[in-house]
């Protein structure tokens, strides 16, 4: 069975501060990693996805995610947060095989402050 | 992209009547639909998976009479809530997936209210 562990459930950074939120998965198969936003009342937005190839992947919004598959951890940056980001994150783990929906982590609340 | 919709995106309804959530893939043939619950400040939590034509597999505690998933075609998947409830009322998000490459899309979800 898969699992995600997204360490911070809160993340409060000041304004063009770096941030990281961390993210652990256990799998025992091959997997796809996913960084997901939410802003309030809204749906799901992709940010960033590790299908396969190099392990430092660029999404949207300036961020970034490496894959670390001795660590087995995907953790999200970005250099500089801006307000707008505000936001709750989810790191997210799929086999990709037939059925197996995503598993989500928890979610982490990232609160920029001015 | 992948677009998937969601309607109605908002509905208040009466204890005891039942709701009908529309989930579409506007761009794209969706094999597998899911349906996910999410409670304020939550995660979203799976509560099924379902197949174009065939019965949706349900997790573990979501009751299938109550939230009746109906899968008719590889564009539209529907989830009724039969006798709600106020403690059915959630936010609701469907999402899609293609064959390839395995990702999921989701629809911006529905705010389901009952009084």
């Known amino acids: 069975a898969q699992s995600v562990t997204q360490l911070d459930s809160q993340v409060p950074v000041f304004e063009e501060a770096p941030v990281e939120l961390r993210c652990n998965?256990?799998?025992?198969?091959?997997?796809?990693?996913?960084?997901?936003?939410?802003?309030?009342?809204?749906?799901?937005?992709l940010l960033l996805k590790y299908l396969s190839?190099?392990?430092?992947?660029?999404?949207?919004?300036?961020?970034?995610a490496e894959f670390n598959k001795s660590q087995t951890s995907f953790h999200l940056r970005k250099p500089s947060v801006h307000i707008s980001d505000t936001a709750e994150y989810f790191c997210a783990v799929s086999?990709?095989?037939g059925n197996t929906p995503l598993v989500f982590?928890?979610?982490?609340?990232?609160?920029?402050?001015? | 992209g992948a677009v998937v919709s969601q309607h109605p995106s908002w509905v208040i309804c009466k204890s005891g009547?039942?709701?009908?959530?529309?989930?579409?893939?506007?761009?794209?043939?969706?094999?597998?639909?899911?349906w996910y619950r999410q409670f304020p400040k939550q995660s979203l939590m799976l509560m099924a998976t379902s197949n174009e034509g065939s019965k949706a597999t349900y997790e573990q505690g979501v009751e299938k009479?109550?939230?009746?998933?109906?899968?008719?075609?590889?564009?539209?998947s529907t989830l009724t809530v039969t006798s709600a409830h106020p403690e059915d009322s959630s936010f609701y998000i469907c999402s899609a997936r293609e064959l390839v490459p395995y990702e999921q899309y989701f629809g911006p979800g529905t705010r389901l209210t009952v009084t």
């Open chain 1, 95 to 97: 086999s990709g095989s």
């Open chain 1, 105 to 114: 982590g928890k979610g982490t609340r990232l609160s920029v402050i001015a």
């Open chain 1, 25 to 45: 998965y256990s799998s025992s198969v091959s997997v796809y990693l996913f960084w997901y936003v939410q802003y309030p009342n809204q749906g799901l937005q």
């Open chain 2, 17 to 34: 009547t039942s709701v009908k959530i529309e989930c579409r893939s506007l761009d794209f043939q969706a094999t597998t639909m899911f």
């Open chain 1, 53 to 64: 190839g190099s392990t430092l992947v660029k999404g949207i919004n300036g961020f970034e």
């Open chain 2, 65 to 76: 009479d109550k939230f009746l998933i109906n899968h008719a075609s590889l564009t539209l």
